[in-house]
């Protein structure tokens, strides 16, 4: 089996991950919720994470970092944590539904919602986007790399202009977390949303959000939190403002070795080889007989994923063939991006989207190349 689906979840992992969960499930008690030997080892454990987490993205300490279950949960508990009715907020046609869908129930709350375009290429309007937020904003949300095209946002630019203004920023690292620096304190990001399972390489169900300190946010749930068990209010101290219930401190045991063998291997490192294997696709790729592109190509740094069609192929048929015939893993459809898709005018046929790890090699994509010339 060829996987070139990294973009929805990581498939191979380092066996550190595997062996973390693996010994914590057999040793790690609650965080929070005793002093005996189990509970204070999930306790060390989940601090430790955190910590790791906040230095890896240079945020204001662990105490600002929160585990969630995934990114849709993270940007579900900013947007309904930060926003009032007659609030006006900006986002972008680059969103993921996780985005989208949060804010279009705001807006039918009262929020008064403006959406940022792109050009043909699928590259954000940086001058409207400018303008939006000049004409002020409560908040931005902004995704760091598009999940259908690859195509990176400058995050430090936008947090600057958002900052002048007074604008919350709000960034979406689904894609981007663990492959791409990223620097709260000079990207001017006030949440920073994550999910460990993509590049990360963490487990599933596993993911996060990083607080500006000082920015207090709503809790979307809440119940015990292992402290103040006496309050009628869930506490107010980060981070157990917005964490309600039993951690998946197996999976987050799992996210700590991850982080970790990122770290040894060197994110630069891991990087620069999925990039240079879509780079090699996409160029072996472009001869292929009725083929098209979505996204800019023309620059290195961009997410591991090339985007594309077959002529008028619809795009469930070439991915479902690759898989049946030569057991390559796609993704087809819609991505959750149905804005992108309108500006590309694929919402029926929807895109193949081939996307890499650094578990990938060259001669994968060769063997993928060639598949592809015999459809």
Same mark, same amino acid.
């Given at each position: 089996?060829?996987?070139?689906?990294?973009?929805? #979840?990581?498939?191979?992992?380092?066996?550190?991950?595997?062996?973390?969960?693996?010994?914590?499930? #057999?040793?790690? $008690?609650?965080?929070?919720? $005793? @002093?005996?030997?189990?509970?204070?080892?999930?306790?060390?454990?989940?601090?430790?994470?955190?910590?790791?987490?906040?230095?890896?993205?240079?945020?204001?300490?662990?105490?600002?970092?929160?585990?969630?279950?995934?990114?849709?949960?993270?940007?579900?508990?900013?947007?309904?944590?930060? /926003?009032?009715?007659?609030?006006?907020?900006? &986002?972008?046609?680059?969103?993921?539904?996780?985005? =989208?869908?949060?804010?279009?129930?705001?807006?039918?709350?009262?929020?008064?919602?403006?959406?940022? $375009?792109?050009?043909? /290429?699928?590259?954000?309007?940086?001058?409207?986007?400018?303008?939006?937020?000049?004409?002020?904003?409560?908040?931005?949300?902004?995704?760091?790399?598009?999940?259908? #095209?690859?195509?990176?946002?400058?995050?430090?630019?936008?947090?600057?202009?958002?900052?002048?203004?007074?604008?919350?920023?709000?960034?979406?690292?689904?894609?981007?977390?663990?492959?791409?620096?990223?620097?709260?304190?000079?990207?001017?990001?006030?949440?920073?949303?994550? &999910?460990?399972?993509?590049?990360?390489? $963490?487990?599933? %169900? &596993?993911? %996060? =959000?990083?607080?500006?300190?000082?920015?207090?946010?709503?809790?979307?749930? @809440?119940?015990?939190?292992?402290?103040? &068990?006496?309050?009628?209010?869930?506490?107010?101290?980060?981070?157990?403002?917005?964490?309600?219930?039993? =951690?998946?401190?197996?999976?987050?045991? %799992?996210?700590?070795?991850?982080?970790?063998?990122?770290?040894?291997?060197?994110?630069?490192?891991?990087?620069?080889?999925?990039?240079?294997?879509?780079?090699?696709?996409?160029?072996?790729?472009?001869?292929?007989?009725?083929?098209?592109?979505?996204?800019?190509?023309?620059?290195?740094?961009?997410?591991?994923?090339?985007?594309?069609?077959?002529?008028?192929?619809?795009?469930?048929?070439?991915?479902?063939?690759?898989?049946?015939?030569?057991?390559?893993? #796609?993704?087809?459809?819609?991505?959750?991006?149905?804005?992108?898709?309108?500006?590309?005018?694929?919402?029926?046929?929807?895109?193949?989207?081939?996307?890499?790890?650094?578990?990938? @090699?060259?001669?994968?994509?060769?063997?993928?190349?060639?598949?592809?010339?015999?459809?």
């Amino acid at each position: 089996m060829i996987y070139l689906d990294s973009a929805a #979840t990581s498939l191979y992992r380092p066996a550190q991950v595997v062996e973390a969960v693996c010994r914590a499930l #057999t040793t790690l $008690g609650n965080s929070s919720r $005793g @002093t005996h030997t189990a509970a204070l080892t999930g306790a060390r454990m989940i601090f430790e994470t955190r910590q790791m987490l906040s230095n890896l993205f240079h945020g204001d300490g662990p105490e600002q970092v929160v585990f969630t279950a995934n990114s849709t949960e993270s940007l579900n508990m900013v947007v309904k944590g930060i /926003l009032t009715p007659g609030d006006r907020v900006v &986002t972008t046609v680059m969103e993921h539904n996780s985005v =989208l869908r949060p804010l279009y129930e705001m807006e039918r709350q009262g929020i008064c919602l403006e959406i940022v $375009g792109t050009d043909d /290429l699928g590259r954000l309007d940086m001058a409207a986007m400018r303008q939006a937020i000049d004409f002020g904003a409560r908040a931005v949300f902004c995704t760091h790399a598009s999940n259908l #095209t690859g195509n990176i946002n400058d995050i430090r630019k936008i947090g600057g202009w958002c900052r002048e203004a007074g604008t919350l920023f709000v960034v979406d690292a689904s894609q981007t977390a663990g492959i791409f620096p990223i620097d709260m304190q000079e990207d001017f990001v006030d949440v920073l949303c994550f &999910t460990g399972h993509k590049s990360l390489m $963490g487990p599933q %169900g &596993t993911g %996060g =959000l990083c607080v500006r300190k000082g920015l207090q946010v709503r809790p979307l749930v @809440t119940g015990g939190s292992g402290i103040k &068990t006496f309050d009628k209010i869930h506490p107010l101290q980060m981070p157990e403002a917005l964490e309600a219930g039993t =951690l998946n401190g197996h999976g987050i045991s %799992g996210l700590k070795a991850a982080i970790a063998f990122i770290q040894e291997q060197g994110m630069d490192t891991l990087r620069i080889k999925e990039q240079n294997l879509a780079r090699e696709f996409y160029q072996r790729a472009q001869d292929i007989p009725g083929i098209r592109f979505y996204g800019d190509y023309s620059v290195m740094e961009r997410a591991p994923i090339v985007a594309l069609n077959l002529g008028d192929e619809d795009s469930a048929e070439v991915s479902d063939w690759l898989a049946r015939e030569y057991e390559i893993c #796609t993704r087809p459809g819609g991505h959750c991006a149905p804005l992108m898709h309108r500006r590309f005018g694929t919402e029926a046929q929807g895109i193949v989207r081939f996307s890499f790890s650094n578990f990938n @090699t060259m001669d994968e994509v060769e063997a993928t190349i060639s598949a592809l010339r015999n459809y």
